[in-house]
């Protein structure tokens, strides 16, 4: 099989095209012939190796390997086809198309992948191309996880969602408001159209006005993308609000540690958790309408260089998706 190979921590070049071995699935393991796989956040952080600190760069090393990953090929989600199914697997067959999260198994940037039964793997809405259908997951679930779960966010409070135009914001506007909320959006000039058809109720240009110049307006501040600090954003928040980081330096680390008891403004975060019946959650938002996938472009798969760059850039809006070709007709 083809495959995306990271061996060094670097830029984008940094990645190769090789040829690998087949994987072979084991006991309650699904091959999946991979159609399409995002190229996202988490990916781009461990291709580089970018951490929050260098604290963190160390802390990232002995977890993830020190002059490149253990796991050489990255991908944390991927949707295809059931190529073949190891013993024991019952609920899926050979030519199911699935969606799968793969975590920090990874292994997504391939032709072929192997995925967990008991893990997030579901079956792709017919509805759906596999490209929309990958573009899904890891936006969609790190917003389930952050509002429903840790803010549990209800209908009628105010949530400010900050970098509303990326993937995971995208998903935010759009679950906040299928909670109740109501979603104020943080975006760039270029943006603003795009996220107010989201959903949002108002939008804020960051380029043009502060967003925390308002006082004890939201009950919740969701950062998808590391763009502030509850120093900066702490008065823009009800005396009982929590602000929430996507992205967590040892300062967050610190102030959730010692917010965790109090009654008034705290902060809130943790690491999205990879269960089955999360994923069923956000693909039945899809399926009523509630939950609109958001694609900024689709790649080939050799152009997989670009694809990170693309993130690297900053930029993106939605999910940046590499899509692989369709296997030869037997």
């Keep these: 099989m083809r495959a995306i190979v990271c061996s060094r921590y670097g830029p984008p070049e940094s990645l190769r095209l090789v040829e690998l071995p087949d994987p072979i699935p084991g ?7 991979v159609r399409a796989t995002p190229v996202n956040s988490a990916d781009s952080r461990i ?6 600190s260098p604290l963190f760069s160390l802390a990232g090393r002995f977890a993830l390997g020190f002059t490149g990953p253990r796991r050489r090929v990255l991908g944390t989600e991927a949707a295809g086809t059931v190529e073949s199914i190891g ?9 199911d198309s699935v969606v799968a999260v793969l975590g920090m198994r990874l292994g997504g940037h391939a032709e072929l992948a192997r995925v967990r039964e008991s893990g997030p793997v579901i079956k792709k809405p017919e509805s759906l191309s596999f490209e ?25 409070q105010r949530v400010l969602v900050v ?5 995971v914001g995208a998903a935010a506007v759009q679950i906040a408001r ?6 104020t959006a943080v975006c760039s000039t270029l943006n603003v159209e795009t996220v107010r058809t989201l959903g949002a109720e108002g939008v804020i240009d960051y380029t043009r006005d502060d967003p925390f110049s308002r006082r004890a307006e939201f009950e919740a501040i969701f950062d998808t993308v590391g763009a502030t600090t509850f120093a900066r954003c702490k008065d823009a928040l009800t005396p009982t609000g929590v602000f929430l980081p996507a992205v967590m330096t040892a300062t967050e680390i610190l102030q959730l540690l010692t917010t965790a008891r109090s009654k008034g403004r705290r902060v809130r975060s943790g690491v999205t958790p990879e269960r089955p019946h999360d ?4 693909f039945d938002l899809v399926s009523s309408g509630a939950l609109k996938p958001l694609i900024d472009r689709v790649y080939p798969l050799e152009d997989f260089v670009e694809a990170h760059r693309r993130v690297d850039s900053g930029r993106k809006v939605g999910s940046v998706v590499l899509s692989f070709p369709s296997p030869p007709a037997v």
Aim: without cysteine; hydrophobic residues 50%; positive net charge.
């Design 178 to 183: 299928h909670l109740g909320a109501r979603v």
């Design 27 to 33: 006991p309650g393991e699904l091959l999946i012939r």
């Design 279 to 282: 994923l069923a959650t956000v």
């Design 163 to 167: 970098g509303a135009s990326g993937s």
């Design 87 to 95: 013993p024991g697997v019952t609920r899926f067959r050979p030519g």
């Design 47 to 52: 291709r580089a190796l970018r951490m929050p």
């Design 132 to 156: 929309h259908a990958v573009a899904v997951p890891f936006g969609a679930l790190t917003a389930l996880y952050f509002l429903r779960d840790i803010a549990r966010v209800s209908a009628g």
